[in-house]
Nanobody, 124 residues
Framework: QVQLAESGGGLVQAGGSLRLSCAASGRTFTSYVMGWFRQAPGKEREFVAGIRWSSGSTLYADSVKGRCTISRDNAKNTVYLQMNSLKPEDTAIYYC?????????????????WGQGTQVTVSS
């Protein structure tokens, strides 16, 4: 059973940084793609970034490109999302997701496993 546990959210001022973590367990993830999504109040869940575990290839949403970096630590089975220059519009619940396969998709429908989410609040 795949389990994903996010951590690292919190309250930060605009311009600040946060690093989110997603601890993955339940199987070997070398053939998986890991994604970060977010959902703001009243809005649909949207793609933020994704990484192919085996190769480390990445994909970013235009809204975070240049400000966020997704990475993974094979030894810790953990995926990170480093977020810099945070803006109030980045406020949302951030979710970690996983899918078996080699393609990084931006659609929530392509992901089979989800964490419970971690709240990120950016104050102006």
């Amino acid at each position: 059973q795949v389990q994903l546990a996010e951590s690292g959210g919190g309250l930060v001022q605009a311009g600040g940084s946060l690093r989110l973590s997603c601890a993955a367990s339940g199987r070997t993830f070398t053939s998986y793609v890991m994604g970060w999504f977010r959902q703001a109040p009243g809005k649909e869940r949207e793609f933020v970034a994704g990484i192919r575990w085996s190769s480390g290839s990445t994909l970013y949403a235009d809204s975070v490109k240049g400000r966020c970096t997704i990475s993974r630590d094979n030894a810790k089975n953990t995926v990170y999302l480093q977020m810099n220059s945070l803006k109030p519009e980045d406020t949302a619940i951030y979710y970690c997701a996983a899918r078996s396969g080699g393609t990084v998709y931006a659609s929530t429908q392509q992901y089979d496993y989800w964490g419970q989410g971690t709240q990120v609040t950016v104050s102006s």
